[in-house]
């Protein structure tokens, strides 16, 4: 149990275009999800926490305009990178609170975004 | 400010010893501390995770110790496997929904036959 996917698993897109990035909890229904952005060899960089039916709570230093965040549903959670630029090329990887378990967050296998 | 100081950044073993993580933290509400493996190009997995109200934890080859008096916490892999070459990142959070992790910094294990 506890599962939880990412799509794509990679992309390459052109830059000034917009890429969207899905996470699903598969086998559980998550109220509260979380983006994170990593770059290589270093830790987990928390960009937002994304509420069911509410908006997402950007930390500092990420502009929300350019990272929009969609929780439409208990079972999937939307990012999307607007006119995208080489800097925004990075590993994102999402994660989701269990019903049961609420303090663990389990992390989906990420997406690489390179921007050309 | 870190909220979590992890060491050390890298950490090479032999096979069939113990690998050593620590981590320190400072803010006394944390009462949730995971522990996760990453492999290059995954997402992070939870590995085992401790609450501030025991000391050690077991699951496996895996152990928690945790020093409350302290703020620190450590993770112990015994019996330590080339498989186990991961890097590793610990993490403190108050509990309650919504509430973010603060993760180290990441120690990178090796392990050689």
């Known amino acids: 149990g506890a599962v939880v996917s990412q799509h794509p698993s990679w992309v390459i897109c052109k830059s000034g275009t917009s890429v969207k990035i899905e996470c699903r909890s598969l086998d559980f229904q998550a109220t509260t999800m979380f983006w994170y952005r990593q770059f290589p060899k270093q830790s987990l960089m928390l960009m937002a926490t994304?509420?069911?039916?509410?908006?997402?709570?950007?930390e500092q230093g990420v502009e929300k305009d350019k990272f929009l965040i969609n929780h439409a549903s208990l079972t999937l959670s939307t990012l999307t990178v607007t006119s995208a630029h080489p800097e925004d090329s990075s590993f994102y990887i999402c994660?989701?609170?269990?019903?049961?378990?609420?303090?663990?967050?389990?992390f989906g296998p990420g997406t690489r975004l390179t921007v050309l | 400010q870190q909220q979590v100081k992890q060491s050390p950044q890298s950490l090479i073993v032999q096979k069939g010893g113990i690998s050593i993580i620590n981590c320190a933290y400072e803010?006394?509400?944390?009462?949730?501390f995971p522990w996760y493996q990453q492999f290059p190009g995954k997402g992070p997995a939870l590995l085992i995770a401790?609450?501030?109200?025991?000391s050690e934890k077991k699951e496996g080859r895996f152990t928690i110790s945790f020093n409350k008096s302290a703020k620190q916490f450590s993770l112990h892999i015994m019996d330590s496997q080339p498989g186990d070459s991961a890097t590793y990142f610990c993490a403190a959070s108050r509990g309650g929904t919504g509430n973010q992790f603060y993760f180290g910094t990441g120690t990178s294990l090796t392990v050689i036959p």
């Open positions: 994304s509420n069911e039916g509410s908006k997402a709570t950007y």
């Open positions: 994660s989701a609170r269990h019903p049961t378990s609420t303090d663990t967050q389990y």
């Open positions: 401790i609450r501030p109200d025991v």
């Open positions: 803010n006394t509400a944390f009462d949730y």
